[in-house]
């Protein structure tokens, strides 16, 4: 068996990220300015000089100065503030009031201290679910030191500064690849520092014993993997792995299974012309009537109309 499997690349290939900017703004001023919530959209705030607050709810607001990385991921509500400016107004209201320049660049305020931001977003395949996201905080924030040791991050940060202020051939392209391999890089410095840690899917990625489960069923999801299967692959206790695995990833090793193998099935009725029983087959499923109602139940279509919709 591979057991050389990258989840972490699988969950990411599954998702289909896609990232872009919205517009650098520079700011003058006080001002408060409401985003509103956004599904399936993880949006981004890169401090370029000066500072703001940011608040989303259910977190403590954080004030980003230069150089520092704010990471909403849920497409949650997000308010951006400086000083005393009262009532935050919505996003709509400020673009109508500021100035998009053709270069989009948004200018908001003519005097008082200057805040330059750069706002951008990663999207991913709307009703796709992994708790590697999910089970993301309501906030993510990066001090610029941090970057600055990191010098993946550091390069990353520098290519989509100057990209976002250039005006050369293959701009989007540039920018969508690089918000994209920003994303995964934060994620991959999470699994890395997890190391330990009680909960979380970075957890189990970063955890040796349950990490070689989580390869297992990525690498092979057609096999018929049973709890002792895995805990055996773990090197664990039954018990013991099925106790560690809940713990830490939210969800037991065989919900997580059914999960992995709903994705794959999805996977493979988009991107290729098998019949739906070789499909059920390859995601573990002996039985096509079971699987065909295990992937209604989890989509709300059965296998033949999903993929009519999705090549519709």
């Not at 690349?9 to 599954?14: G, I, K, L, N, S």
């Not at 009703?127 to 941090?146: D, N």
């Amino acid at each position: 068996m591979n057991d050389t499997a990258d989840p972490l690349t699988d969950v990411f290939d599954a998702l289909r990220l896609t990232g872009g900017l919205y517009f650098a703004a520079d700011l003058r001023g006080d001002f408060a300015v409401a985003v509103p919530p956004d599904r399936d959209t993880i949006r981004f705030h890169l401090g370029l000089s000066g500072s703001c607050g940011v608040a989303v709810p259910g977190f403590t607001s954080e004030t980003l100065s230069a150089g520092d990385w704010a990471i909403v991921p849920h497409g949650v509500t997000q308010t951006l503030f400086r000083g005393r400016a009262g009532q935050p107004m919505p996003l709509s209201a400020a673009l109508a009031r500021g100035r998009l320049s053709p270069e989009g660049r948004f200018h908001l305020g003519t005097d008082g201290a200057r805040t330059e931001l750069l706002c951008g977003f990663c999207e991913f395949r709307s009703g796709y679910s992994h708790p590697l996201l999910t089970q993301l905080p309501p906030m993510l924030i990066l001090r610029r030191a941090e970057i600055e040791a990191d010098a993946a991050l550091s390069a990353i940060t520098a290519i989509l500064v100057a990209e976002a202020g250039a005006g050369q051939g293959g701009k989007t392209a540039i920018l969508t690849r690089t918000i994209e391999t920003l994303f995964l890089l934060v994620i991959r410095r999470m699994t890395d520092a997890a190391q330990g840690a009680s909960g979380g899917f970075v957890s189990v990625l970063a955890d040796e014993r349950l990490g070689r489960s989580v390869r297992a069923m990525h690498s092979r999801p057609e096999m018929p993997w049973t709890l002792p299967d895995l805990a055996r692959m773990a090197g664990m206790s039954r018990s013991a792995f099925a106790e560690a695995f809940a713990k830490k990833a939210g969800m037991g090793p065989a919900a997580y299974l059914r999960l992995w193998r709903m994705i794959r099935a999805r996977e493979l009725l988009r991107g290729t012309d098998l019949d739906v029983a070789e499909i059920a087959a390859r995601c573990g499923y002996e039985s096509l009537p079971s699987f065909s109602a295990r992937f209604k139940k989890e989509t709300g279509l059965g296998p033949g109309a999903y993929r009519r919709g999705v090549k519709a």
